[in-house]
């Protein structure tokens, strides 16, 4: 569905991402992991057409996005839930959710999607006059996840879900991530800094230290992987 | 209490015109994180168009004033727009400062291009009265029919660009912008389209403040943006810079200040020195102004 190929991007002289290539099936959740700078999150930024690529090409669904702006981006299938959740602090939940619809036009197909979202997250609909800022992280997380459903994407991107939440709450959001791959087929691309996680729940897995992908594999094998046991999983 | 309320009369008219100019800066700063000096001479090329179409119109007719005012609106939004994509945006995303200065450097540079004599040249020329130009008095109170058009102009583009801002969906990607471009751009809000409109709209605010402050102080020459504009700015930040409802309030109350102020015998040299005294003061105790608020975002 996806597929990057020798991508590339940098800062200035500093190439935070350096000949990066992986494909994502349908259907799947990859996953990439990786410390602090390994170039994950530039990645994803790269993907959604917030940064500009140096070089190499991003294809998806057999069109290429590599010199796409944003908007165009995100008309295309490609959801972007963003590190720092980002959400919009001074609304409302409403109308934050209302926001993540901006290019959905069919009135029918909103509410739906507005069904969906709250049957994930219940939370969201209690809290729907609420100011999005005075949201807990947590909620502030589920509410940065529906934003980018509201767009009815074919392809979701998470960059670090489970940053800054309590641990019994990471259990929850990777169970609705889970149920969303399951219950809607959307296809997953997860970035993630707690490796042990985001290989139980993904089928495939890309390493990424300083820029380049030093390991690709099943995400079952890469567990077992003594490499990847040491610098990741803690032993 | 007559000479009072004058005052208060002339000091709203001068105030709306502010309010227009403020406008412009805050919806800028709304959107991009920086103050566009070059907008006071978005304001003087208002009043030049105003100038060069009028002359051509029939003096004192509704009709002629509305095409001047029309007219102004269109080639500042024009300038406006063409001055971002020119010069602006490909800065974008460089530090704050190259683009702050490379806008005083652009409004440095209209001044500079306009005093050409084959332009315009440095010498004042006459506005011409193309509104009808009535005195309508109330007892002692007189005011003007420039400064009730001036008034009710003002009301109703500031009316407009709420509803424009609040009501359609330009207005709606322009706060998304505002809060979080990136997170903006996520929900597939088009950030060029949004900035260009931005400035659309701004400067169309500042050609409408430069036919309106030409018909009340009716000498137009190249320079003649440059106090209203730092008082705009002023207004702006007094405001609250990014809160459109307080650039609206901050121009009234600059404009009004001011007025009072000159209009007393004993501090009427200080007049000018108002604007300026209140922008330190704001600074001072109240940053964010009179309607801003500082955002923190939980991480």
Redesign the interface.
């Known amino acids: 569905m996806l597929s990057v190929a020798n991508l590339s991007v940098s800062y200035g002289a500093i190439n935070a991402v350096d000949g990066v290539s992986f494909a994502v099936p349908a259907g799947a959740i990859v996953t990439l992991i990786g410390g602090n700078g390994a170039g994950k999150t530039t990645t994803l930024r790269a993907l959604s057409g917030l940064l500009r690529t140096r070089g190499g090409s991003i294809t998806f669904d057999g069109a290429d996005l590599t010199r796409l702006p944003p908007h165009e981006i995100v008309a295309r299938g490609l959801g972007h839930v963003p590190e720092g959740r980002m959400i919009f602090a001074n609304l409302t939940v409403d109308e934050n959710l209302a926001m993540g619809a901006y290019l959905q036009h069919d009135r029918q197909r909103i509410a739906e999607n507005r069904d969906y979202v709250f049957g994930i997250f219940p939370r969201l609909k209690e809290r729907l006059r609420q100011s999005a800022g005075t949201l807990s992280g947590g909620e502030q997380q589920m509410l940065a996840i529906g934003r980018a459903l509201m767009g009815s994407p074919k392809f979701l991107m998470l960059d670090e879900p489970s940053l800054g939440l309590a641990p019994r709450l990471v259990g929850t959001i990777f169970e609705k991530i889970q149920e969303i791959n399951r219950s809607h087929g959307l296809t997953i691309l997860l970035v993630e800094q707690n490796a042990r996680l985001a290989l139980e729940v993904s089928s495939h897995a890309h390493v990424l230290e300083t820029g380049r992908v030093v390991m690709s594999g099943p995400s079952a094998e890469l567990r077992a992987d003594p490499r990847l046991k040491a610098a990741y999983l803690g032993g | 209490m007559t000479e009072f309320l004058q005052q208060l009369v002339n000091g709203l008219s001068l105030g709306a015109i502010y309010a227009l100019i403020a406008l412009g800066y805050t919806m800028v700063y709304g959107v991009l994180r920086f103050i566009n000096f070059a907008h006071s001479e978005v304001f003087m090329v208002g009043a030049m168009i105003g100038l060069g179409l009028g002359r051509h119109l029939p003096e004192g007719t509704l009709w002629g004033g509305l095409v001047v005012l029309t007219a102004a609106m269109a080639g500042s939004a024009l300038l406006g727009v063409t001055i971002e994509r020119l010069v602006y945006r490909p800065l974008r995303g460089t530090a704050t400062l190259n683009v702050l200065i490379t806008a005083i450097g652009v409004s440095l540079l209209l001044q500079s291009v306009f005093q050409h004599p084959q332009v315009f040249g440095a010498t004042p020329q006459l506005f011409p009265a193309v509104f009808p130009v009535k005195k309508i008095g109330f007892g002692d109170l007189v005011i003007s029919s420039n400064q009730l058009v001036v008034i009710t102009v003002a009301a109703l583009l500031i009316v407009v660009l709420q509803l424009v801002v609040f009501r359609t969906r330009m207005g709606?990607?322009m706060r998304?912008v505002a809060?979080?471009p990136?997170?903006?751009?996520?929900?597939?809000?088009?950030?060029?389209a949004v900035i260009s409109f931005t400035f659309a709209l701004g400067s169309a605010l500042a050609g409408a403040g430069g036919v309106l402050y030409a018909l009340n102080y009716p000498s137009v020459e190249p320079l003649m943006g440059v106090m209203p504009g730092l008082k705009a700015f002023v207004a702006a930040v007094l405001g609250g810079i990014g809160s459109i409802p307080g650039a609206a309030l901050g121009g009234l109350i600059l404009g009004t200040v001011e007025t009072l102020v000159g209009g007393s015998a004993a501090l009427s040299t200080y007049k000018d020195a108002i604007a300026f005294a209140v922008l330190i003061l704001i600074l001072l105790c109240r940053p964010t102004g009179l309607l801003g608020r500082s955002?923190?975002?939980?991480?």
């Open positions: 709606t990607a998304a809060l979080n990136q997170a903006a751009q996520l929900v597939g809000v088009n950030l060029n955002t923190a975002e939980k991480v």
